[in-house]
């Protein structure tokens, strides 16, 4: 059983959709970071949530952090091809900065 | 000007070879790391380095050591590879404590 799992696997959707991304786990956090990962690329922070119910915005994304600091969502609005990528979750387990990260969801947009 | 640099991109070698990635940063950040990201996309940390000194070995085969010459660099030897270890293997970079990580763009390893 992994620490975070993260809904759905895989989404293909149209240019101008909107989509939701789920991070969920059993414990809880101090906080939680999303990364987006490019082909050929590493993955990139995105944000840091570390307040129950804390929502953040970033352009046409917003990342909330659940109440109970158990799970975190991802929200993208009109998504565009530029968004397609591997979207991951992580904690950070802090004794030696090890992140532990969910098993992604991999985002397609079409144009 | 690149933060996090591996090389080489790409490797491709026989089964039983022994082979090295290379990984530097001009972050001046004190914490380096080691991550393995499988066929499935799941990225999962090996080792972690702070001020040269190894501070998680996350119980990776011993055919695989790390090396910090200094607290810039971070290298990844592997010996005796095995079909297994193929994969991507991702350098990563913060400052000491729990910090955001910078990552490279990933080293892929192919074992024929």
């Known amino acids: 059983t992994q620490l975070l799992e993260q809904s759905p696997q895989f989404l293909s959707i149209q240019e101008g959709e909107n989509l939701t991304v789920y991070c969920n786990s059993s414990?809880?956090?101090?906080?939680l970071q999303w990364y987006r990962q490019e082909p050929g690329e590493g993955p990139v922070l995105l944000v840091t949530?570390?307040?129950?119910?804390e929502v953040k915005k970033l352009k046409r994304l917003t990342f909330q952090f659940g109440d109970a600091r158990k799970d975190s969502s991802l929200h993208i609005t009109a998504a565009q091809p530029g968004d397609t990528g591997l979207y991951l979750c992580?904690?950070?387990?802090?004794?030696?900065?090890?992140?532990?990260f969910g098993a992604g969801t991999i985002l397609r947009v079409k144009s | 000007d690149t933060a996090v640099s591996q090389t080489p991109k790409y490797l491709v070698t026989q089964m039983g070879n022994d082979k090295s990635i290379k990984c530097e940063q001009n972050?001046?950040?004190?914490?380096m790391y080691w991550y393995k990201q499988d066929s499935k996309k799941f990225l999962k940390i090996m080792f972690s380095?702070?001020?040269?000194?190894?501070?998680i070995n996350e119980t990776v085969p011993n055919r695989f050591s790390p090396k910090s010459p200094d607290k810039a660099h971070l290298n990844l030897h592997i010996n005796s590879l095995e079909l297994g270890d193929s994969a991507v293997y991702f350098c990563?970079?913060?400052?000491?404590?729990?910090?955001?990580?910078?990552f490279g763009d990933g080293t892929r390893l192919s074992i024929l």
């Open positions: 990563a970079s913060s400052q000491v404590g729990v910090q955001p990580q910078h």
């Open positions: 414990s809880v956090f101090s906080s």
């Open positions: 949530v570390v307040t129950g119910g």
């Open positions: 992580a904690v950070n387990m802090e004794y030696g900065n090890k992140l532990v």
């Open positions: 972050l001046g950040h004190d914490t």
């Open positions: 380095y702070n001020n040269k000194e190894l501070i």
